[in-house]
């Protein structure tokens, strides 16, 4: 059962049933899902959720749909590493990373897509769709597959081939745009007012976006019940980012974890970072942009959740940090060296992130910092291919002493 009550809009408050619907009628704010907690807080408790699946499902009571039907891959309950080597190369003893490179297809979005689809089916839709950055694209086609659904994906043509290919694999109409994330949002918009499909980041955000709370649910139950100092996230539409913290908060309200102190912080990567460019420049609008970054995953340049980003940073008192273009590759080098995981392009922003925050003194050394890995590496090989180099030789020990150990 669902504790879901209704939809509300998130700028006039006005509510209404929990249907696929995303944008209020009559300002054309963002809908956000409404919960009873009261009736939550009668049934949640550390060991309902200890009890429950090793997978973001144990979080169920928190989630908009019925978790016994949900259209479940095993996605979430991912590790929470100590990252001790790291942690000494950049003055941190506490030092985490929240490793959800490791979901079933390889990125944090299943945690989204999984909420969405099972939502998408409760409707009775037949159609999964999306527009995607790269990692949406993989998810939304394997869910689909798994409930048996059609689905159609749109990305812009020039992602890279590990994200068209592990999309196209499970067998959906793969659309390429000649355009921008941006273009192709739009497209879909307005193919959302046409077909009757559920596009999981569209007409079902509401319900998407909430499935990005379980981040921050485990993350509180994988440090024994209590949230971290600090939260280092990469961001693209700002969704997740905030949703982190709404669980952190809500974990806070039920009574799961003491009262919350984290700092939550945002990275960007240069070619694409309005929202750390509003934040920098201490307004509350954020002015879209043209992205230009090897960081495709968080290539959006007019963020949906941009100005709720802002108001998670300003409550949470953290920051936003842009990282360098030059830096996104050496972020992801330093976190494969020092702690033997190989994130994608948004991992690399998130680790050269962190070394900027220390750096500047936002992060003291003896506090509990937690970075969260969203994608893997071998989703973006085309950013690091040229970083490689390995030795080939002919199959003697005498070629190997000349080659490789004389070289
Ligand atoms: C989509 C994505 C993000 C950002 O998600 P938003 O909720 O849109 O900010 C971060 N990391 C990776 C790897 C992604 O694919
Ligand atoms: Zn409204």
């Given at each position: 059962?669902?504790?879901?009550?209704?939809?509300?809009?998130?700028?006039?408050?006005?509510?209404?049933?929990?249907?696929?619907?995303?944008?209020?009628?009559?300002?054309?704010?963002?809908?956000?899902?409404?919960?009873?907690?009261?009736?939550?807080?009668?049934?949640?408790?550390?060991?309902?959720?200890?009890?429950?699946?090793?997978?973001?499902?144990?979080?169920?009571?928190?989630?908009?749909?019925?978790?016994?039907?949900?259209?479940?891959?095993?996605?979430?309950?991912?590790?929470?590493?100590?990252?001790?080597?790291?942690?000494?190369?950049?003055?941190?003893?506490?030092?985490?990373?929240?490793?959800?490179?490791?979901?079933?297809?390889?990125?944090?979005?299943?945690?989204?897509?999984?909420?969405?689809?099972?939502?998408?089916?409760?409707?009775?839709?037949?159609?999964?769709?999306?527009?995607?950055?790269?990692?949406?694209?993989?998810?939304?086609?394997?869910?689909?597959?798994?409930?048996?659904?059609?689905?159609?994906?749109?990305?812009?043509?020039?992602?890279?081939?590990?994200?068209?290919?592990?999309?196209?694999?499970?067998?959906?109409?793969?659309?390429?745009?000649?355009?921008?994330?941006?273009?192709?949002?739009?497209?879909?918009?307005?193919?959302?007012?046409?077909?009757?499909?559920?596009?999981?980041?569209?007409?079902?955000?509401?319900?998407?976006?909430?499935?990005?709370?379980?981040?921050?649910?485990?993350?509180?139950?994988?440090?024994?019940?209590?949230?971290?100092?600090?939260?280092?996230v990469p961001s693209a539409s700002g969704s997740m980012f905030t949703?982190?913290?709404?669980?952190?908060?809500?974990?806070?309200?039920?009574?799961?974890?003491?009262?919350?102190?984290?700092?939550?912080?945002m990275t960007q990567a240069?070619?694409c970072a309005p929202i750390a460019?509003?934040?920098?420049?201490?307004?509350?609008?954020?002015?879209?942009?043209?992205?230009?970054?090897?960081?495709?995953?968080l290539?959006i340049?007019?963020p949906?959740d941009g100005?709720?980003s802002?108001?998670t940073?300003?409550?949470?008192?953290?920051?936003a940090?842009?990282?360098?273009?030059?830096?996104?590759?050496?972020?992801?080098?330093?976190?494969?060296?020092?702690?033997?995981?190989?994130?994608?392009?948004a991992?690399?922003v998130v680790?050269?992130?962190?070394?900027?925050?220390?750096?500047?003194?936002?992060?003291?050394?003896?506090?509990?910092?937690?970075?969260?890995?969203t994608?893997?590496?071998?989703?973006?090989?085309?950013?690091?291919?040229?970083?490689?180099?390995?030795?080939?030789?002919?199959?003697?020990?005498?070629?190997?002493?000349?080659?490789?150990?004389?070289?």
């Amino acid at each position: 059962m669902a504790f879901a009550s209704a939809l509300k809009c998130r700028e006039c408050g006005r509510e209404y049933p929990t249907d696929p619907l995303n944008v209020c009628e009559f300002c054309f704010g963002p809908l956000e899902v409404v919960y009873d907690y009261e009736a939550i807080s009668r049934v949640v408790s550390r060991e309902r959720i200890l009890n429950g699946p090793l997978t973001m499902w144990r979080y169920q009571d928190l989630l908009p749909v019925d978790g016994d039907n949900a259209v479940d891959l095993q996605t979430g309950f991912t590790p929470l590493m100590k990252a001790p080597n790291l942690g000494r190369m950049l003055g941190l003893d506490h030092l985490y990373i929240k490793n959800d490179a490791v979901n079933p297809t390889n990125s944090f979005k299943d945690r989204v897509v999984s909420v969405a689809s099972t939502k998408a089916l409760e409707y009775e839709f037949k159609t999964l769709a999306c527009a995607s950055t790269g990692n949406l694209a993989g998810s939304v086609a394997a869910h689909a597959a798994r409930a048996g659904m059609t689905a159609y994906i749109f990305i812009p043509a020039d992602l890279e081939k590990g994200k068209v290919i592990g999309a196209a694999i499970y067998g959906p109409t793969v659309v390429a745009i000649n355009g921008s994330y941006d273009d192709v949002n739009r497209l879909c918009s307005e193919l959302a007012d046409t077909y009757p499909w559920a596009f999981v980041n569209i007409n079902m955000r509401p319900y998407y976006a909430e499935g990005s709370k379980t981040l921050g649910y485990e993350v509180a139950e994988q440090l024994g019940w209590q949230a971290p100092a600090h939260c280092i996230v990469p961001s693209a539409s700002g969704s997740m980012f905030t949703k982190i913290w709404k669980g952190f908060k809500e974990f806070e309200d039920l009574e799961l974890i003491p009262k919350v102190h984290t700092h939550m912080h945002m990275t960007q990567a240069a070619g694409c970072a309005p929202i750390a460019e509003a934040y920098e420049a201490g307004v509350t609008r954020v002015r879209p942009v043209k992205p230009d970054t090897v960081a495709k995953s968080l290539a959006i340049g007019n963020p949906a959740d941009g100005y709720y980003s802002l108001k998670t940073i300003q409550e949470s008192d953290g920051d936003a940090t842009i990282v360098p273009e030059e830096e996104v590759v050496t972020g992801i080098q330093m976190l494969a060296e020092t702690e033997g995981i190989f994130t994608e392009t948004a991992g690399g922003v998130v680790i050269s992130g962190l070394k900027r925050l220390v750096e500047r003194g936002a992060i003291k050394r003896d506090e509990v910092t937690v970075a969260y890995i969203t994608g893997n590496g071998l989703k973006t090989l085309e950013a690091v291919e040229h970083t490689v180099k390995p030795v080939t030789i002919d199959p003697t020990t005498a070629s190997f002493e000349a080659e490789v150990l004389s070289a």
